[in-house]
């Protein structure tokens, strides 16, 4: 959310009037230049123990969640050197979050 597609989709809801909650492992300074954004970092998609100090953190019911986590192992792999269990990793995190 501190970068890219996930930034503008910050920036788009919040111009909108939406309360917006953004996650991030580390936050952009471009996120924390935007005004009534509610910023909550440390989280870390691959890490389960980060979910609950997220949830925590959310103060208000949510009416939609975008999941925008990306997750690449390297950025070149040849077919020859697939690692399937990362692959796997990669596939659950883009999808699910």
Do not use: W
Not at 1 to 20: D, E, F, M, P, W
Not at 42 to 63: F, I, S, W
């Amino acid at each position: 959310t501190n970068r890219g597609i996930g930034l503008a989709l910050v920036k788009q809801l919040h111009a909108s009037g939406a309360t917006v909650f953004a996650t991030c492992r580390k936050p952009s300074d471009a996120l924390r230049a935007l005004d009534g954004i509610n910023i909550i970092t440390g989280v870390d998609v691959c890490k389960d123990a980060c979910m609950g100090p997220m949830v925590e953190a959310v103060t208000e019911q949510l009416d939609m969640v975008i999941n925008n986590a990306g997750y690449f192992y390297e950025p070149f792999e040849p077919l020859s050197d697939l690692k399937f269990d990362e692959e796997s990793k990669m596939i659950e995190i883009c999808a699910i979050g």
